[in-house]
């Protein structure tokens, strides 16, 4: 039997998929059994071999029973990730981490979580992501270079925490 790493999560993050996994579970499911109960009433009036909106239903209901049971795998395994260690001076799973690109003056701050969290658009960049397998264990001051589709890109870290 092969184990199955943890996947990793912070608290918010925990709370955040248990609240989404109660409410699939309840109000989803209840959404698309009125909706598969509506179409197949309306299917039942028609002359039509087939029914897009039973078809539409289905598939709605099968996206949200794959959902249900990604978010079940991930609250089977999961490791929350400690992310008020104290002072360090490399980065972890779980800091906050302010970059700049080299040949930009802007900085970017995101926060390094876990995969099943990670949301780029909100800042959360996964641990397992280019930029994020880079940013692992590096220190203030130090560039990180991470292998992009248009090339090569350097960051330097300007802060932790």
Known sequence: MTLMKPHLLTQEGLNKLTAELD??????????????????????????????ELEAA??????????????EDILKNYQ???????????????????????GFDDEE?????????ADPAAGRISNESPLGVALLGAKVGQMVRVNAPNGVLEFRVVKIG
Do not use: C, M
């Not at 699939?24 to 509506?38: I, N, S, Y």
């Not at 289905?58 to 978010?71: C, S, V």
């Open 58 to 71: 289905r598939n709605e209901q099968a996206f949200l029973e794959g959902r249900i049971q990604e978010l």
């Open 80 to 102: 929350i990730i400690d992310d008020k260690g104290g002072p360090h001076d490399a980065v972890r799973v779980g800091d906050w981490v302010t970059v700049s690109e080299e």
């Open 109 to 117: 701050r995101y926060h390094l979580v876990g995969a099943a969290e």
């Open 23 to 52: 409410n699939l579970r309840t109000e989803g499911r209840e959404k698309v059994a009125d909706r598969l109960h509506r179409a197949f009433q309306d299917g039942q009036d028609d002359d039509f071999v087939e029914n897009a």
